[in-house]
């Protein structure tokens, strides 16, 4: 069974530009789930899909970022317009329920470097 | 709210020496915690979970954590590390509703030869 894989690996981009990450869960994996880790901090929740709906996007920084998850199968997340503080690893991870006993399994993150 | 601490960010042992990567939770009810861990380029990995059942739970690889109510501590251990065990270590707290994972800021574990 494949894992959770994130597209791309790295992107390198001018400020202001655009950038779209994506995610693809596990197949059968209901919710969907973005996190981003900022240089020298913690791994912080960002949103949370069940499906195509948004459950929680609590931890969204800013309206420059916009996540969704079409058809409830895979989900991006774009950022426009690129700023420098928008720099680091941004994990998706996926689960086939919501329960706080779950594991949510994670991706391989995509990094992100705002010039 | 859910915090976790993690005590070291960086843990240095030579091969074949115990392992203890320690960790303190906040919660206000009966948590879930996990530890996960990240190698270099790879995704993270679950270790183990503790979801109030057994207070010692066994995870992957030889790792294992002890759920200590008393002390709020989830400390992971290990008898004796391998060079392959040289990674970066979060310990994490769910939220109640479980949609939200809450990480402590990681721990390096580096081994020596």
Redesign the interface.
Known sequence: EA??TQFPSHSVIEKGQTVTLRCDPISGHD?L?W?RRVMG?????LL?FVKESK??ES?MPNNRFLAERTGGTYSTLKVQPAELEDSGVY?C?SSPR????????????TRLTVL | AQSVTQLDSHVSVSEGTPVLLRCNYSSSYS??L?W?VQHP??????LL?Y??AATLVKGINGFEAEFKKSETSFHLTKPSAHMSDAAEY?CVV?????????????TILRVKS
């Open positions: 894992g959770v919710n789930y996190y901090k913690e791994i912080k929740f949370h459950q929680d931890g994990f991870a919501v329960a706080s006993t779950d594991t949510q399994y994670f991706g391989p993150g | 948590p879930s996990f996960y380029n790879k995704g993270l990995q679950l979970k979801t109030s979060f769910s939220d109640l509703r479980g949609n939200k994972l809450v990480f402590g800021a990681g």
